[in-house]
């Protein structure tokens, strides 16, 4: 079953989205999904580690280029399994915002994680 296969897993969401999603991460924590999410500093989100929805907020400035942005997520994301909350490396990576799916997929391959792949969502892109 799918709560079994989830359980303990650490899943990064890239972006938060709108607050509109809070359900979505309440879900997985009662599926037992380890979720971080790394987003700007200061969202919404960040508030859902004290209510115990997710485990960790990683905060990075999302004003940056593209590539700083790519930089700095793939660091935070890296060093998760030194994360002293953390401490595992992440299972699987994905976001709810559509202008993020090109970064995701970037992310995913570089950190061999499943995912689309770059180059199809390059593609499928307008």
Do not use: H
Not at 89 to 105: K, R, S
């Amino acid at each position: 079953p799918l709560r079994t296969r989830l359980r303990g897993k650490v899943v990064v969401f890239f972006t938060a989205g709108t607050a509109s999603k809070r359900g979505v991460y309440e879900r997985a924590s009662a599926l037992g999904v380890r979720s971080v999410i790394v987003d700007a500093p200061g969202t919404w989100a960040a508030d859902l580690v004290q209510e115990g929805v997710i485990e960790r907020f990683i905060g990075i400035d999302m004003a940056q280029s593209e590539d700083a942005i790519f930089k700095d997520a793939l660091a935070v994301i890296g060093e998760l399994a030194y994360d002293p909350v953390i401490n595992s490396p992440a299972d699987g990576i994905c976001t709810f915002v559509e202008l993020n799916v090109p970064m995701t997929a970037r992310l995913a391959k570089a950190l061999k994680l499943p995912g689309l792949p770059p180059v199809a969502v390059q593609k499928a892109r307008n």
